[in-house]
């Protein structure tokens, strides 16, 4: 067990965002977080990486290493620092250059690693928020709306990367709101609008009447 959610309310002055949640996370496991606009996903984010403590209840976190894939990209981005530079340097672990060049080159980003990050298009800029995350070897990883910015090439090349990390044992939690988007076999939904509306697997979800890409939010 590495998240178990008892109980958890999140409320500011008389307003409650998040209310009686309950779930829990396994080691392997890859879980989409869903719901509308204003619903409590970021709050609930905010919980799990420990920027926020519950009003009441309890959340329980396994004391392992937590990547996290903000979706806001950071205003770094604005900073003369160089690719190479922001993924070296902004590490807590201190990447091995090795490490850096490999994922440089399997997320097609070699040939820019000496470029400023503010010349960088927003989805390459992505991209190197996403090594920066890999790099910290999480074993869970957190991505927050992780493809905003990305063509539906490299969307695709992504979620299949993300695939194969969890093949290998890493626990993902994707916020997202279009359901078309890493969902997978055996992948388990927790669908929040203040409450859990539904905390199940993506098989039972679809049995409840809710297609793959039926669930479309205003953004
Ligand atoms: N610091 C705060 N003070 C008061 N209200 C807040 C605060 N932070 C968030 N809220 C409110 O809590 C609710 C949930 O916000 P949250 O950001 O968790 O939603 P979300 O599901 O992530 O939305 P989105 O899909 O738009 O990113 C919103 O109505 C928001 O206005």
């Given at each position: 067990?590495?998240?178990?959610?008892?109980?958890?309310?999140?409320?500011?002055?008389?307003?409650?965002?998040?209310?009686?949640?309950?779930?829990?996370?396994?080691?392997?496991?890859?879980?989409?977080?869903?719901?509308?606009?204003?619903s409590?996903k970021?709050?609930?984010?905010?919980?799990?990486?420990?920027?926020?403590?519950?009003?009441?209840?309890?959340?329980?976190?396994?004391?392992?290493?937590?990547?996290?894939?903000?979706?806001?990209?950071?205003?770094?981005?604005?900073?003369?620092?160089?690719?190479?530079?922001?993924?070296?340097?902004?590490?807590a672990?201190?990447?091995?250059?090795?490490?850096?060049?490999?994922?440089?080159?399997?997320?097609?980003?070699?040939?820019?690693?000496?470029?400023?990050?503010?010349?960088?298009?927003?989805?390459?800029?992505q991209?190197?928020?996403?090594?920066?995350?890999?790099?910290s070897?999480?074993?869970?990883?957190i991505?927050?709306?992780?493809?905003?910015?990305?063509?539906?090439?490299?969307?695709?090349?992504?979620?299949?990367?993300?695939?194969?990390?969890?093949?290998?044992?890493?626990?993902?939690?994707?916020?997202?709101?279009?359901?078309?988007?890493?969902?997978?076999?055996?992948?388990k939904?927790?669908?929040l609008?203040?409450?859990?509306?539904?905390?199940?697997?993506?098989?039972?979800?679809?049995?409840?009447?809710h297609?793959?890409g039926?669930?479309?939010?205003?953004v």
């Amino acid at each position: 067990m590495i998240i178990q959610a008892e109980h958890v309310f999140v409320e500011y002055g008389t307003s409650v965002v998040l209310k009686d949640i309950q779930f829990q996370v396994n080691k392997g496991d890859y879980l989409n977080i869903i719901g509308p606009n204003g619903s409590g996903k970021t709050t609930l984010i905010k919980i799990l990486t420990n920027l926020q403590k519950p009003t009441q209840g309890k959340m329980t976190i396994a004391p392992v290493v937590f990547g996290y894939l903000p979706q806001h990209l950071n205003q770094s981005a604005k900073l003369p620092a160089t690719v190479y530079e922001v993924l070296k340097l902004s590490n807590a672990k201190r990447p091995s250059n090795e490490a850096i060049d490999t994922l440089l080159k399997e997320m097609e980003m070699f040939d820019l690693k000496y470029h400023p990050m503010q010349r960088l298009s927003g989805g390459e800029q992505q991209r190197v928020y996403i090594i920066r995350a890999l790099l910290s070897n999480p074993d869970v990883l957190i991505l927050d709306e992780p493809t905003s910015a990305l063509d539906p090439n490299f969307r695709q090349f992504f979620y299949s990367y993300i695939e194969k990390l969890n093949d290998q044992g890493m626990t993902i939690i994707h916020v997202t709101h279009d359901l078309s988007d890493g969902l997978r076999h055996g992948s388990k939904i927790l669908e929040l609008d203040q409450e859990v509306k539904f905390f199940g697997t993506f098989e039972q979800y679809q049995l409840l009447g809710h297609k793959k890409g039926g669930h479309h939010h205003h953004v």
